[in-house]
T-cell receptor, first 113, second 117 residues
């Protein structure tokens, strides 16, 4: 069965410190990878995506993620977080030529001053 | 970017009544829409996929007679929770995809908080 694993359920971090959120997926076919952010009582907003091409993708607000096919991972990083980055982060995968998204369990990032 | 709206944002209903939630794509034609539910502190669970003009495809374990989905136009899909019970209380989120754009991205609505008393 296809699955998406986010290894950390909670990540507390101090402001201006770096953060890494881990995501691994199971698949032997082509995948499309996404990171979404969810603020309290809101829907999901796309942070970044990997469809093809360069394995390192970046968002406009300083996040980046690297697709590692051999390790089936798509970890999300930010070198310096802000208080406003406090949110829930979801890794999602679309497998093969399908279009359904499978979501990880989510990682709660809490940024403290 | 593509915008998806949901209405209402919050709804409280009594047990046994039905509730309709609307999902609209505001600036693109959504050939496919998805409905998810999310319990507190949990991830999104796909309930069903709806394609404009055809019947929805439900995920395993989702009661199609309880969660009625209609995708009558390229910009509107509705989810009706029939004979709602307290265990149906949840956060319902829709997303839409423009297949014609050849994009694998799904655009998410802001969600609807349903509370059944």
């Amino acid at each position: 069965a296809q699955s998406v694993t986010q290894l950390d359920s909670q990540v507390p971090v101090f402001e201006e410190a770096p953060v890494e959120l881990r995501c691994n997926y199971s698949s032997s076919v082509s995948v499309y990878l996404f990171w979404y952010v969810q603020y309290p009582n809101q829907g999901l907003q796309l942070l970044l995506k990997y469809l093809s091409g360069s394995t390192l993708v970046e968002s406009i607000n300083g996040f980046e993620a690297e697709f590692n096919k051999s390790q089936t991972s798509f970890h999300l990083r930010k070198p310096s977080v802000h208080i406003s980055d406090t949110a829930e982060y979801f890794c999602a995968v679309s497998y093969g030529s399908g279009y359904k998204l499978s979501f990880g369990a989510g990682t709660t990032v809490t940024v403290r001053a | 970017g593509a915008v998806v709206s949901q209405h209402p944002s919050r709804v409280i209903c009594k047990s046994g009544t039905s509730v309709k939630i609307e999902c609209r794509s505001l600036d693109f034609q959504a050939t496919t829409m998805f409905w998810y539910r999310q319990f507190p502190k949990q991830s999104l669970m796909l309930m069903a996929t709806s394609n404009e003009g055809s019947k929805a495809t439900y995920e395993q374990g989702v009661e199609k007679d309880k969660f009625l989905i209609n995708h009558a136009s390229l910009t509107l899909s509705t989810l009706t929770v029939t004979s709602a019970h307290p265990e149906d209380s949840s956060f319902y989120i829709c997303s839409a995809r423009d297949l014609l754009a050849g994009d694998y991205e799904q655009y998410f609505g802001p969600g609807t908080r349903l509370t059944v008393t």
